[in-house]
T-cell receptor, first 111, second 113 residues
Framework: DAGVIQSPRHEVTEMGQEVTLRCKPI?????LFWYRQTMMRGLELLIY????????DSGMPEDRFSAKMPNASFSTLKIQPSEPRDSAVYFC?????????FGPGTRLTVL | AQKVTQAQTEISVVEKEDVTLDCVYE???????LFWYKQPPSGELVFLIR??????QNEISGRYSWNFQKSTSSFNFTITASQVVDSAVYFC??????????FGTGTRLTIIP
């Protein structure tokens, strides 16, 4: 298995633009998580899905953030409009056999 | 709600020394899991170990070992004969039944050649 795949690996955009981050989970893993890592707040959970259904989105910072999982093999995290404070590394993770694996992350820079 | 404390912000040791990273957690659940992850300078999160709350046996994997003590709510991680490649940030993360990981603030370990 290729592991959790995230794209793009790096994204630089200007304030106000829409940003879409993508995640392909490990096949057969039924939980999918989106985390954000910043120097100030560390690693924080934004939202997670179970069998494609959002279970807990209490970590989503505000309405500018939205996440979808239209099928078992794909999820997106969208920020619209983006702001400089959204600059962070965004990790997608999936759970299988009790272990939780993460993708390589997307480094987002909002200018 | 869970809480995890990694009191050591940064540690530096000379290569080949042993080093222990501390992790103390708080949880009301009787059933939970504890994880350790490594984040090398390249940035990815590497899964190291998962232990459940019913298994207090220490675990050893090569130069890595973990000491889980439920009585003190600690899950410490020891690297024996450290190597430069061990330089990374290490995160402890408890997980309760809802599958959510709560990450500690991490310990930055630097191995000095």
């Amino acid at each position: 298995d290729a592991g959790v795949i995230q794209s793009p690996r790096h994204e630089v955009t200007e304030m106000g633009q829409e940003v879409t981050l993508r995640c392909k989970p490990i096949s057969g893993h039924d939980y999918l998580f989106w985390y954000r890592q910043t120097m100030m707040r560390g690693l924080e959970l934004l939202i997670y899905f179970n069998n494609n259904v959002p279970i807990d989105d209490s970590g989503m910072p505000e309405d500018r953030f939205s996440a979808k999982m239209p099928n078992a093999s794909f999820s997106t995290l969208k920020i619209q409009p983006s702001e400089p404070r959204d600059s962070a590394v965004y990790f997608c993770g999936t759970t299988g056999r009790g272990e939780q694996f993460f993708g390589p992350g997307t480094r987002l820079t909002v200018l | 709600a869970q809480k995890v404390t990694q009191a050591q912000t940064e540690i530096s040791v000379v290569e080949k020394e042993d080093v222990t990273l501390d992790c103390v957690y708080e949880t009301r659940d009787t059933t939970y899991y504890l994880f350790w992850y490594k984040q090398p300078p390249s940035g990815e999160l590497v899964f190291l170990i998962r232990r459940n709350s019913f298994d207090e046996q220490n675990e050893i994997s090569g130069r890595y070992s973990w000491n889980f003590q439920k009585s003190t709510s600690s899950f410490n991680f020891t690297i024996t004969a450290s190597q430069v490649v061990d330089s990374a940030v290490y995160f402890c993360a408890p997980r309760e039944g809802n599958e959510k990981l709560t990450f500690g603030t991490g310990t930055r370990l630097t191995i000095i050649p």
